[in-house]
């Protein structure tokens, strides 16, 4: 069974500009969760989508956002990128949005933001 | 608001030695996990603990969790150089695919 896919894996962004970064669940997963890993703040949960609707949401400002589609395949877009934004943005998706099932974590989208 | 705690946040040891990462969480919660990260990779699942007392162990590694402490803890038995990397806890909010992370402990394990 293939895991989590991310794409692109890097990416080199200027302030200002939007960016969107994909990520593929395992097959049969639902549930697709965002987190923002940085020196600095440490491993922070953006967001999860379960069945196309956002159900949790973190503590992060609107320029963050995201969608899922039909077949759980999920999307989050940054718009007006600031150097802060410069992070490793990990995916992880589960069967469903409870918690008991596990969240499997995808390679990751290293973005830098000059 | 759950707050995750780990210590040490860094840790050298040599190899052949024994140690252990202490998680700390501030709220009841319905599981907790360990990962490991290895420098520019991903997070890989080492350990879920779902209950009080629960105790997991996989080769030199073994994870507890005490719920009425509201801690666990990472034990590293004959450390190996292998095993150096920075280790995560993490805990749940309950009933939400909602991670809420420790610092990360940076592990060195030096010949």
């Known amino acids: 069974k293939a895991g989590v896919t991310q794409t692109p894996r890097y990416l080199i962004k200027t302030r200002g500009q939007q960016v969107t970064l994909s990520c593929s669940p395992i097959?049969?997963?639902?549930?697709v969760s965002w987190y923002q890993q940085t020196p600095g703040q440490g491993l922070q949960f953006l967001f999860e989508?379960?069945?196309?609707?956002?159900?949790n949401k973190g503590n992060f400002p609107g320029r963050f956002s995201g969608r899922q589609f039909s077949n759980s395949r999920s999307e989050m877009n940054v718009s007006t990128l600031e150097l802060g934004d410069s992070a490793l943005y990990l995916c992880?998706?589960?069967?469903?949005?409870?918690?008991?099932?596990?969240?499997?974590f995808g390679p990751g989208t290293r973005l830098t933001v000059t | 608001e759950l707050k995750v705690e780990q210590n040490p946040l860094f840790l050298s040891m040599q190899e052949g030695k024994n140690y252990t990462i202490y998680c700390n969480y501030s709220?009841?919660?319905?599981?907790l996990y360990w990962y490991r990260q290895d420098p520019g990779k991903s997070l890989e699942s080492l350990f879920v603990?779902?209950?009080?007392?629960a105790v997991k162990q996989e080769g030199r590694l073994m994870a507890s969790l005490d719920t009425k402490a509201r801690l666990s803890t990472l034990h590293i038995t004959a450390a190996v150089h292998d095993l150096s990397a920075t280790y995560f806890c993490?805990?749940?909010?309950?009933?939400?695919?909602?991670?809420?992370f420790g610092q990360g402990t940076r592990l060195t394990i030096n010949p």
């Open positions: 992880a998706s589960s069967l469903g949005t409870s918690s008991v099932y596990e969240q499997y």
């Open positions: 097959s049969g997963h639902r549930s």
């Open positions: 989508y379960f069945s196309e609707t956002q159900r």
């Open positions: 709220t009841t919660s319905d599981r």
């Open positions: 603990l779902l209950s009080n007392g």
């Open positions: 993490a805990v749940d909010m309950q009933g939400a695919q909602k991670l809420v």
